[in-house]
């Protein structure tokens, strides 16, 4: 009988796990060589509708703040409404480039959950329609189904409609 291969935990299936959230880690297959319509390939890969598949966005205030932002991966994030939700003048993405000294993570394995520090994080309303949303688990290849209110709850987040139509 084959032994089923032991998933190597990251620090947001940890942090998650140290908050009492339940969650179910589902992995795929990951070349590296998809960038655009990265989360949407996710969901695909994995089955899941791409509505309760949400993608991480982390964005700089005026200040020089960070607000993140999880929406679904076949929306965009509205600036200017995180940015009233956050209580901000105006956000702006933050460049590639700072994203892994910011948060720890990679583009396509940035997860809410585990950041070098916990920043505010807005939640796209559209979470409270379903039972189970798809985060990222932490790194390309690992998805992680969770329970929006509990994850919610677990980092503070707020919910607000964040989104607008998009590529």
């Known amino acids: 009988m084959a032994r089923r291969e ?24 990951d070349d590296g060589s998809i960038a655009t319509g990265y989360g949407l390939h996710v969901a695909e890969a994995l089955g899941e509708d791409p509505d309760t598949a949400f993608k991480t966005l982390v964005t700089v205030t005026p200040s020089g703040g960070h607000v993140v932002c999880c929406v679904p991966v076949g929306l965009e994030v509205d600036l200017k409404k995180a940015a009233a939700a956050a209580g901000e003048k105006s956000l702006s993405m933050l460049p590639m480039r700072d994203l ?25 309303e559209t979470a ?19 329970d929006p209110e509990a994850l919610a709850r677990f980092l503070g987040a707020t919910f607000a409609d964040i989104t607008r139509e998009g590529a």
């Open 100 to 124: 892994e000294p910011t948060t720890g993570y990679i583009r396509g394995g940035c997860s809410p959950v585990g950041m070098k520090r916990q920043f505010p994080t807005i939640i796209d």
């Open 6 to 29: 032991k998933l190597a935990k990251t620090n947001a299936m940890r942090e998650l796990e140290r908050g009492g959230v339940a969650y179910q880690a589902q992995t795929y297959e």
């Open 128 to 146: 409270t329609l379903f039972d189970e949303i798809g985060i990222s688990g932490g790194r390309r290849g690992l998805s992680l189904r969770v």
